[in-house]
């Protein structure tokens, strides 16, 4: 163990279980929620929604209001985790299945090894080879069916890529305090959602009650109580692979609730594929190397 790193504490180990349990079936959640409410008018509920409920709770227990530079860092960070990660994940979820989805964003782990490596810490050998092992697994999933349906479905990419170089500038970031940094995450990219719906002409249509039961999860339990999980395990000491490992095993969840509920398949190229990022994602975890 490195001597800069904290041991796993219970309220860590919770967070880590929140963070692959929740968000394992916030993939799902996402598929069901757009599939009667536009994506854009969604995430800017989704986020806007979170992010006010938890500002609110937190002033009500006496929480200060954070200063303007710290606004402004938090905002950056929320912006590249949430609207450049999760929203470009979420709209190509219009065309790719949630379990693939979720396999697609679990290379996370490996661009955050490979950012902190110009961000002074040396990556080593073995998360180069898991980080090469997880390129491999991504060639094979771009040829599933899913991704060849819609040029734009190819922005399910670009997700892991913004969350990963967000998560590691976040610790050389001035933000707020805390969970006041989740709720100004949230807040920041409700709002930018909200513009980016108006700009794109995005409208409301009656939704159905699974799709609200959908957005209702995404608000209080991937929002809330997840992101706050996610940023409590940014601020310790961790291992970054540590700290994103969720991605190890969120695609395990979103993969038995996506077959096992919404009939999703994936073909043996893509079972492949998955098989080479958990491999790969596995070996920059480890701390071996």
């Not at 799902?28 to 008018?41: E, V």
């Not at 610790?171 to 930018?192: C, E, I, N, T």
């Amino acid at each position: 163990m490195d001597r800069n790193e904290a041991r796993l504490t219970p309220i860590d180990v919770s967070a880590l279980l929140t963070l692959y349990f929740v968000w394992g079936g916030a993939y799902l959640a996402n598929k069901l929620a757009i599939a009667t409410i536009d994506p854009f008018i969604m995430l800017a509920i989704r986020l806007g929604a979170s992010g006010l409920l938890l500002f609110a709770l937190l002033r009500l227990l006496g929480w200060t209001l954070p200063k303007g530079r710290e606004v402004l860092g938090s905002w950056l960070i929320g912006q590249l985790l949430l609207v450049g990660g999760m929203g470009a994940v979420v709209y190509a979820q219009q065309w790719v299945s949630s379990s693939l989805a979720a396999v697609i964003v679990s290379t996370m782990p490996l661009w955050n090894a490979f950012f902190a490596n110009f961000l002074g810490r040396k990556t080593r050998g073995v998360e180069w080879a898991g980080m090469l092992l997880g390129l491999v697994g991504v060639y094979l999933l771009a040829g599933e069916p899913d991704l060849k349906l819609d040029p734009k479905a190819l922005l399910v990419f670009v997700g892991p890529v913004s969350w990963a170089f967000g998560s590691a500038i976040s610790m050389r970031v001035p933000q707020a305090p805390g969970l006041m940094s989740s709720a100004v995450h949230m807040m920041g990219a409700g709002l930018s959602f909200t513009v980016i719906a108006l700009l794109a002409g995005a409208r409301w249509h009656e939704p159905s009650t699974t799709s609200l039961l959908a957005l209702g999860y995404l608000v209080l339990l991937a929002g809330v109580v997840g992101y706050s999980a996610y940023l409590h395990l940014l601020a310790r000491p961790l291992r970054p692979a540590l700290v994103t490992s969720f991605a190890y095993v969120n695609p395990l969840v979103a993969l038995a609730l996506g077959i096992g509920f919404a009939g999703e398949r994936l073909t043996q190229a893509g079972l492949a594929g998955v098989g080479l990022i958990v491999l790969g994602v596995g070996l920059a975890v480890s701390r071996k190397g």
